[in-house]
């Protein structure tokens, strides 16, 4: 299987890696067919995701694909975050093998996650219900319940 060279260094290199402790937005996505988990955690301030971390446990495609998607929207507004897809992760990274698709699908749903949980807690439970139920099945590897 061939990577990009951007690929590669996101997964050499991943950017925003880790824990914030104090984080008001999390979210965590797994995919059982493949074995990968994302955890996202942001800090969320005045509308502004002022800082963001992951933890991923999977393969090179997987931790290229969290780095990507923290990068895209670091420093960004929510709706930013919002409008992040799978598809702009993979042209981010310059491609990915039609296998590994679902890994930057799994990126799209961890943002999406963490932005829910976030907007539980500022009581915004329509528009985490909205997330909770947005799946666009790009994809048959989607780990999403809601086809």
């Known amino acids: 299987m061939e990577y990009s060279e951007k ?6 290199n991943p950017r925003n890696v880790g824990v914030i402790e104090d984080a008001n937005a999390v979210g965590e996505v797994g995919n059982a067919k493949c074995g990968d988990i994302m955890k996202i955690y942001m800090k969320i301030e005045n509308d502004t995701i002022t800082d963001i971390k992951f933890q991923t446990f999977g393969c090179c495609a997987a931790i290229a694909t969290s780095s990507m998607a923290t990068e895209l929207i670091k420093g960004k507004t929510v709706e930013d975050a919002l409008a992040l897809t799978n598809k702009a992760v993979i042209e981010a990274l310059d ?18 996650a963490a ?3 976030y907007f ?10 909205k997330l909770d139920s947005a ?7 989607c780990s999403c319940d809601k086809h």
């Open 7 to 12: 690929v590669m260094d996101h997964f050499m």
């Open 95 to 112: 491609g990915l093998p039609p296998v590994k698709v679902h890994c930057s699908v799994l990126a799209e749903e961890a943002v999406k």
């Open 115 to 117: 932005l829910a949980n």
């Open 120 to 129: 539980r807690s500022i009581g915004k439970i329509e528009e985490a219900e």
């Open 135 to 141: 799946c666009d099945g790009c994809c048959e590897h």
